[in-house]
């Protein structure tokens, strides 16, 4: 069996993070099984969404990390890879100049994709998940900060959109009214007449919330128990649910925010559950990435 590694670098407002996994092409199509996944706490969007640009003590930390990531990858022997830079890197004046620092720097390229092409990817990434819950899906992803739907209608992806509404900007304060309007009418717009629709979510925060209140391999949460465990994280403060909860500092914040959102949406599109298969934006670079390798493209680490 032929086993090759490929990579996706994802710099999202929060986080950001290295993906490396093992395609196994056995003839029968590939397989995809993850191999590593190292996550740094360098939070982009606390700077970017409030004075528009990002500060040098946090470039410097995103660009020490990058190459780390080079290292790593070098040391798995990855034949190819791909990193995408979201909001945060969309909405900062300097965001171009620092992908620019980062290729003479760290040796990696990066692009900073639109809110629109990050949905597509995320979709990309879900697709395999989405056959075994029918024709009728709507894809959530909640970052720090935007939240991308997907919808799915009849088995067939029917519209996607990204919405400055993440868990930072609401930290902030500075998610707009108009905003949720948007994001509210649209959904509405497209999911108008959809029956036996599934909610699927994605995201670290949704991902860590399953693990709170132990939720089984392919069940999915309700959206009672989802309200039950946000109300229980308001009742402590920020150290508590770091130690009670064994949360990581950067994720202690934004996971009350984040649940939110989900819990709005799912209220929004009636539905009293949402699955979550645990992948997401990496897991969609990394199939493109192995497209591009069968079309002849190869990574110079």
């Known amino acids: 069996m032929d086993i090759k590694r490929f990579a996706a670098i994802d710099i999202g407002s929060n986080s950001v993070r290295l ?34 640009a990002i500060p040098e003590i946090t470039i410097r930390q995103l660009i020490d990390a990058m190459i780390g990531f080079k290292h790593i990858m070098r040391a ?24 620019r620092r980062i290729k003479k720097e760290a040796g990696l390229d990066i692009e900073i994709i639109s809110g629109n ?9 879900q697709n395999a998940v989405r056959e075994k819950l029918g024709k009728n899906c709507v894809f959530i992803d909640v970052g720090g900060g935007s939240t991308e739907i997907t919808v799915f209608k009849n088995g067939k992806i029917h519209a996607a959109k990204s919405f400055r509404i993440g868990t930072i900007r609401l930290l902030q304060k500075s998610v707009t009214r108009s905003e949720w309007k948007k994001m509210r009418e649209w959904l509405r717009s497209k999911v108008y007449r959809m029956r036996d629709m599934r909610v699927i979510g994605s995201g670290g925060n949704i991902n860590r919330i399953s ?8 069940k999915p949460l309700t959206l009672s128990k989802l309200e039950s465990i946000i109300a229980e994280l308001k009742q402590y403060s920020y150290d508590e649910r770091i130690k009670k909860f064994d949360l990581n500092p950067d994720r202690a914040d934004v996971i009350i925010p984040a649940g939110e959102i989900f819990i709005t949406l799912m209220k929004w599109l009636h539905a009293t559950e949402i699955f979550i298969p645990k992948v997401g934006l990496g897991d969609g670079i990394v199939r493109e990435v192995y497209k591009e390798y069968l079309d002849g493209k190869t990574s110079k680490l």
Do not use: W
């Open 19 to 52: 993906l490396i996994e093992n395609v196994l092409d056995n003839g029968e199509g590939p397989m995809f099984k993850k191999s590593a996944l190292i996550r740094v706490p360098v939070r982009l969007g606390g700077n970017a969404f409030k004075n528009k």
């Open 211 to 218: 693990k709170l209140v132990q939720l089984k391999t392919g």
């Open 76 to 99: 798995n022997n990855v034949l190819h890879y791909k990193g995408c830079a979201t909001s945060a890197m969309r909405e900062a004046a300097n965001g171009a100049s620092i992908v």
């Open 117 to 125: 092409t990050e949905a597509h990817i995320i979709f990309n990434s």
